[in-house]
T-cell receptor, first 111, second 113 residues
Framework: DSGVTQTPKHLITATGQRVTLRCSPRSGDLSVYWYQQSLDQGLQFLIQYYNGEERAKGNILERFSAQQFPDLHSELNLSSLELGDSALYFC??????????FGPGTRLTVL | AQSVTQLDSHVSVSEGTPVLLRCNYS??????LFWYVQHPNKGLQLLLK??????LVKGINGFEAEFKKSETSFHLTKPSAHMSDAAEYFCVVSGGSNYKLTFGKGTLLTVNP
């Protein structure tokens, strides 16, 4: 158990809908990272937050957004969902160094 | 810019035989390198990391990796495979101020009895 929690574990929704994925980092970790894992694209970095502020962006679509709250938990919002958004979404957290601890992931299925 | 190439998408070994998973990297920075393992329907677990200390890095479950700058490689090895090692393995490079991780495409390790 990495200490990073993600909810929900599974999410099934329809095209055009909006969903929110939640991540709670390990105690004391200020950085939160979001990753998408799909069969065709592999594991891709989406976005990083550090202590509430956006630090870096990766291959994140404009339909996706994220935020980190004062209690350091983070949410990833996915809107206008398409079939191709079906994937496993991971959250990771870290302290000051670059060792990231991953949550169990949220499996999103868009029908 | 940074990238990772895992040279084998699938490696199959017999239980008790050595494991070698190959990884080459490219980075504009002095890189940190990692190996993560993902068991079916599970999250990612850190096996080991290299962060410019000793070039031979020991990790969990008997795995180790050697950083070779001249060859830009970071191959993962284990002397004797166990059935429980069957999983997908990711070589990862990190560099720059935001510690963004760049993943390889993964190597699926199968262990035969």
């Amino acid at each position: 158990d990495s200490g990073v929690t993600q909810t929900p574990k599974h999410l099934i929704t329809a095209t055009g809908q909006r969903v929110t994925l939640r991540c709670s980092p390990r105690s004391g970790d200020l950085s939160v990272y979001w990753y998408q894992q799909s069969l065709d694209q592999g594991l891709q970095f989406l976005i990083q937050y550090y202590n509430g502020e956006e630090r870096a962006k990766g291959n994140i679509l404009e339909r996706f957004s994220a935020q980190q709250f004062p209690d350091l938990h983070s949410e990833l919002n996915l809107s206008s969902l398409e079939l191709g958004d079906s994937a496993l979404y991971f959250c990771a957290s870290s302290q000051y160094n670059n060792e990231q601890f991953f949550g169990p992931g949220t499996r999103l299925t868009v029908l | 810019a940074q990238s990772v190439t895992q040279l084998d998408s699938h490696v199959s070994v017999s239980e008790g035989t050595p494991v070698l998973l190959r990884c080459n990297y490219s980075s504009s920075y002095s890189p940190s390198l990692f190996w993560y393992v993902q068991h079916p329907n599970k999250g990612l677990q850190l096996l080991l990391k290299y962060t410019s200390a000793a070039t031979l890095v020991k990790g969990i479950n008997g795995f180790e990796a050697e950083f070779k700058k001249s060859e830009t490689s970071f191959h993962l090895t284990k002397p004797s495979a166990h059935m429980s090692d069957a999983a997908e393995y990711f070589c990862v490079v990190s560099g720059g101020s935001n510690y963004k991780l760049t993943f390889g495409k993964g190597t699926l390790l199968t262990v035969n009895p």
